[in-house]
């Protein structure tokens, strides 16, 4: 199924009402090489036009391609090959499995497979490699398809600025404390009489998802087999009452000490698989540097770079660990949606899916 310039790939998106899925349709409407032709729900939604029954909640109107679609039960019988998945996690697991077991590849927002070692859980700029696995996760399992996830937003948005600053002075120990949109939390998702004008300083088992699939991302594969990066992280998971956008502060012990300047630096020479290839939902620089003392802020940058960069600012010494800074991601772009129309992308032009 490679890329065809004059023939778009029809694409389906499971849990397509949700929070995650009203993304999906927004990057899909006019991807270049995508044709939105399936959207899919529980059974209280399927059945019914997608703009009767979605409870829409994005700042740009639905698609107009989207409105009058019908939306069809999560069955593994939809006219496309691949499905992106925004699925809620109480249904992932068996959904999933069945759409990969009738030969559908699955790009999944879900939780539920993204720590299984055949599974790749991938950042496109990060490790492109571990797309590989799904050879392995074929035999395994032997199915035709395939399951390939991305991140928990907050990790996505944390490991972009690790990335970099792994590979050229290996970090020994992370500290981060994340302030997070309520939007990551679904819809209706935190009630208000909580959030309102205060902070809830527990996500069920965000810190724990945050500090393992870091290790997994960073990873190294070998074979069939994946090792875990090496280094300790530790996390403190908070919502705060912002629409969207995460903000994490991060503190860095690496091997060798850097000199801050050399930080940015490798921030700001970072490219990845996806710039290189100039997939179409890659952004120019996976990782921008603010200089302004109090940036990047939720409210002002959540959208620049089109959603799909790590904002990082205040760069400075820690006197605890050696580093320390802000970043800032788009919890349900680049870390959600948009993260999986990029490896689908990656998938497509590599010929993995033929
Ligand atoms: N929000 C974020 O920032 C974010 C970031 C990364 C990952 N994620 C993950 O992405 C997934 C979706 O998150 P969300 O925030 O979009 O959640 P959400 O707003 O609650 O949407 C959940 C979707 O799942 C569908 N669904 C629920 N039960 C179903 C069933 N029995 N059969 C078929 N479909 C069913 C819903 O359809 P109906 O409308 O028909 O009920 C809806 O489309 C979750 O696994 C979440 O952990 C979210």
Not at 138 to 147: D, E, F, S, V
Not at 238 to 266: D, M, T, Y
Not at 327 to 346: D, F, I, K, P, Q
Request: charged share 25%; with cysteine; aromatic share 8%.
């Amino acid at each position: 199924m490679s890329k065809n310039k004059f023939e778009k790939i029809p694409v389906g998106v499971l849990g397509a009402t949700g929070m995650v899925g009203q993304k999906f349709i927004l990057l899909l409407a006019e991807h270049p090489w995508f044709e939105l032709t399936e959207l899919a729900a529980s059974e209280r939604s399927s059945g019914n036009r997608y703009e009767d029954v979605v409870n829409w909640k994005q700042g740009a109107a639905i698609p107009e391609k989207a409105r009058g679609m019908v939306i069809k039960p999560c069955e593994p019988n939809l006219k496309c090959r691949i499905v992106f998945s925004g699925l809620d996690a109480s249904v992932a697991t068996e959904v999933e499995k069945a759409f990969a077991e009738k030969g559908y590849w699955v790009f999944s927002n879900a939780r539920n497979y993204r720590m299984e070692a055949d599974v790749p859980l991938m950042v496109t700029e990060i490790n492109p490699d571990h797309l590989e696995l799904v050879r392995h996760q074929q035999r395994k399992r032997r199915w035709t398809g395939a399951i390939v996830t991305n991140p928990n937003c907050s990790a996505t948005v944390l490991v972009l600025s690790l990335a970099p600053l792994h590979r050229r002075f290996g970090i020994e120990a992370v500290q981060v404390t994340t302030f997070q949109a309520i939007s990551g939390a679904g819809y209706p998702g935190v009630a208000s009489l909580d959030i309102l004008g205060n902070v809830i300083p527990f996500i069920s088992g965000e810190e724990e998802k945050i500090e393992c699939e870091t290790q997994k991302i960073l990873g190294t594969l070998e074979g069939d087999s994946l090792t875990l990066a090496p280094f300790v992280v530790s996390a403190h998971a908070n919502r705060v009452p912002v629409e969207e956008g995460h903000l994490e502060c991060v503190s860095l012990r690496f091997k060798q000490r850097p000199a801050i300047e050399e930080v940015i630096e490798c921030w700001r020479e970072f490219k990845g698989v996806p710039q290189e290839l100039q997939l179409p939902s890659a952004p120019l620089k996976p990782v921008i540097v603010f200089s302004e003392r109090d940036r990047p802020q939720p409210r002002i940058d959540v959208w620049k770079y089109n959603g799909m960069s790590s904002m990082v600012g205040r760069v400075r010494a820690c006197s605890l660990l050696h580093i320390k800074y802000v970043v800032l991601g788009h919890n349900t772009v680049r870390g959600a949606a948009g993260a999986s129309v990029l490896n689908a992308e990656l998938a497509v032009k590599r010929g993995v899916l033929d």
